[in-house]
């Protein structure tokens, strides 16, 4: 990781940006050399910064800073602290987290799916006939916009994180950077997190910043990380100076304890007609749809199967707060049985405060595979929803032992997806259906929900 990339005598370089990489970049090459070059588009012909070019690396990185031949899908960057161009021409590297606010939104979401296809093509082997004729596949959906959308793709992150520059600023961390860099917007987040201003407060003292705006428009958190050595009179000093509407609360990174400071140490979501409670820095679907766009696409691909109903015995396996808990409650009835696993012990609190209505539903906190270890069971059907680093070759072996009749995957990331896919293979199961969703507009991110069942092909 750079820790200045501000240097002068920076390489310069002209290339040809060539195909999408998983990661938000485009690869280039030059005089044989693998460059993973961002900000440009597939067919431009673009003028590149190098930002990594370390003597005997397998690659080099680079950001665009000109543009001779341009894509036509190219438009305006929305916002000048995340355009590389206009950053680099000002003597500094873009903040990360908009590296594709450069291209229409319609091929950002072909170029996403070109990334699933070439992630499940190399790592499990389903080729591109193979995967036109799964349900679904072959295009990244759109989220939450319509006819009537005054600005596609800005405004959906209910959850943002900012770092502190030296002054005590606001501000963001560049790609592979621990340079910060002030903003004073956040165009991809809701209002509920621009209109607290918090670029106008002087921060010094405070080393990171989490907010959490909940959809359902209810009360935000302000998460305040103490730098070391910040004394707990300058903390509460600042906290005093936010807007009254919101909650404060510091929260301790190795521990992850959060203390009350004002209001609550908590927010509630609304999603699928349950209400739900997060603590802290607690997981939730960030995009304002996303919850209810993943469950219904969970709910669709396991009910539209026949593995779904009233009595049915089921699992949800990485569980956060209980988003999906809830739905398979709700569809499986009193009469039938749903376990609930999550890792963290906080979320796993917060599930049990959110499901405790509902007597068919156990909440157990742990390790995936350390609880189906302990508590071998079948199911008629599983929702697996793990962290981006996927569930695993051990998990993928476990959950086929159990025999269900079908899993339901949930994914944020097409690489650790596309292994799991291919642990599923090697077990004789196969994809059955897969979606795509864009629930992270303006950056390389998607979501997936796949349907896998037993009985690929050969068996």
């Known amino acids: 990781m750079s820790t200045d990339p501000r240097t002068p005598a920076a ?7 060539g195909r999408v990489a998983h990661g938000g970049h485009a690869v280039a090459r030059h005089e044989g050399r693998v460059i993973f070059v961002r900000h440009g588009i597939p067919g431009e012909k673009v003028r590149i910064r190098l930002t990594d070019d370390a003597e005997g690396a ?18 305006e960057h929305f916002w000048h602290a995340a355009d590389a161009r206009r950053a680099w021409a000002h003597g500094h590297p873009p903040v990360g987290g908009a590296e594709l606010g450069h291209i229409s939104l319609p091929r950002q979401r072909r170029l996403k799916a070109e990334v699933l296809a070439e992630q499940l093509h190399r790592l499990a082997g389903i080729d591109a006939h193979a995967l036109a004729g799964l349900p679904g596949a072959g295009h990244v959906e759109a989220v939450g916009e319509d006819a009537t959308s005054t600005a596609p793709g800005l405004g959906w992150r209910t959850r943002t994180g900012f770092a502190m520059t030296p002054s005590g600023q606001l501000g963001m961390h560049a790609y592979r950077s621990d340079t910060v860099l002030a903003v004073r917007e956040m165009p991809l987040a809701v209002d509920g997190i621009n209109d607290l201003r918090l670029w106008d407060h002087d921060l010094q003292g405070i080393e990171r910043i989490e907010v959490a705006a909940p959809a359902n428009g209810s009360r935000p958190l302000v998460l305040l990380v103490p730098a070391p050595g910040t004394r707990p009179q300058r903390v509460a000093a600042i906290a ?5 509407t919101v909650s404060v609360a510091r929260l301790d990174p190795a521990t992850g304890e959060v203390t009350q400071l004002r209001g609550r140490t908590w927010v509630q979501e609304t999603a699928a007609g349950h209400d739900f409670r997060i603590t802290g820095d607690g ?4 995009h ?3 919850p ?35 739905a398979l409650a709700d569809a499986v009835g009193v009469t039938g049985s749903v376990l609930s696993v999550e890792g963290s012990p906080g ?12 007597p068919q539903v156990e909440i157990v906190q742990g390790k995936v595979e350390r609880v189906l270890r302990q508590k ?15 569930a695993g070759k051990a998990v993928v072996s476990q959950l086929v032992d159990s025999a269900p009749r079908a899993i339901a995957y949930v994914s944020c990331d097409p690489a650790s997806f596309a292994r799991d896919v291919g642990y599923f293979q090697q077990r004789g199961w196969a994809l059955k259906s897969l979606r795509g969703f864009d629930l992270y507009p303006h950056t390389h991110h998607l979501e997936t929900v796949a349907l896998l069942t037993p009985g690929g092909p050969g068996h």
Do not use: C
């Open 11 to 17: 390489t310069e370089l002209v290339v040809d940006v």
């Open 58 to 75: 397998k690659f080099w990185r680079g950001d665009v800073i000109e543009v001779l031949e341009a894509s036509e899908d190219r438009v």
């Open 240 to 244: 005093a100076r936010l807007p009254e």
């Open 283 to 286: 997981f939730w679907q960030i």
């Open 288 to 290: 304002r749809h996303a």
């Open 292 to 326: 209810e766009t993943l469950v219904g696409a969970v709910k669709e691909a396991l009910h539209d199967g026949g593995y779904l109903d009233p009595g049915s015995a089921v699992a949800d396996l990485y569980a956060g707060a209980g988003l999906f808990t809830a």
């Open 347 to 358: 979320t796993s609190r917060d599930a049990r405060k959110n499901l405790h209505h509902a």
């Open 376 to 390: 071998p069971r079948s199911f008629d059907a599983l929702i697996l929803d793990p962290p981006r680093a996927g």
